[in-house]
């Protein structure tokens, strides 16, 4: 039973394509430039992308599962083909960010939001994988670290609960062969929060050297963000970020709760990448 892997470039997509592969699982890696894939032997790769329908037929032909990233564009078409196809299961990469209350004008609130919807109005079964914060975002500050730099943040004391991407790949490897979260919504986060300033504190202690941090405007912050991504999501990420502060990061399900098996921490995270801090 082909598993169609989507974001095979991207960790979680990649992450979750290695574990398949390595258990015997026939998967195929998708990607708008397939050509450029670096995939195990063995492993097919096939063009996918969803604003261009003309690539839907030959990439879901055999297919029976996906594990979709979320992109709004053209996820309707695509839908109707894996529908047409055969598919009898999607496990999504969503995000915690639909269950905000203003999801539906939250850019990254909608982008994931939309995606989900057109996967519930379907007759696809689907699972919903909802990580929160990831320890991955933390990469953002490796740039002023490695240089012996302050991290800048403009709400330092915000407390997240940050989950290892592996953790994340673990749990849609499990949706994908086994029946125990077919059909579910599951909101994932790490084991334990932390504040913004606590996981630089890890950071510094994994180095072996101080980081400091450093407090801006909110429109600093911005400004500093707008450069790495859309306006609209630097302004989305920065008030998720205000919320956390006054409103802790409830802990949701975890490989403890789902798989019975113990959380990799953020410090695990950190000192796994370690060298990613190291030089400017």
Known sequence: ?????????????RAVLDRLHAAGRPV?????RPSGLDVPAGVERVELALNRPD????????????????????????????EAAGVEHVVLLSSA???????ESDPLGSHHLLVERALTASALPATLLRPDAFASN???????????????LPYPDAVLAPIHPADVADVAVAALTGPALRGRAVTLTGGRRLTLREQVGVLSEV????????????????RQLSRFMPAPMANS????WATATTTPTP???????????PERTFHQWAAEHAAAFTTA
């Open 1 to 13: 039973m082909t598993v169609l892997i989507t974001g095979a470039r991207g960790q979680i997509g």
């Open 237 to 240: 990420l920065l008030s998720f």
């Open 28 to 32: 195929r890696a998708a990607s708008a």
């Open 138 to 152: 933390a990469l953002g500050w490796a740039h002023p670290i490695g240089a012996g730099l302050p991290v800048q």
């Open 55 to 82: 690539t839907f037929a030959a990439s879901l032909a055999g297919v029976r599962q996906v594990f979709l990233y979320p992109e709004p564009a053209g996820i309707d078409a695509f839908v109707a083909a894996a």
């Open 207 to 222: 180095l072996g050297r101080p980081v400091p941090v450093e407090t801006i405007t909110r429109a600093e912050a911005e």
């Open 97 to 103: 960010a639909v269950l905000s209350p203003d999801a």
């Open 251 to 261: 802990l949701a399900d975890t490989t403890r709760t789902l798989l019975d098996t």
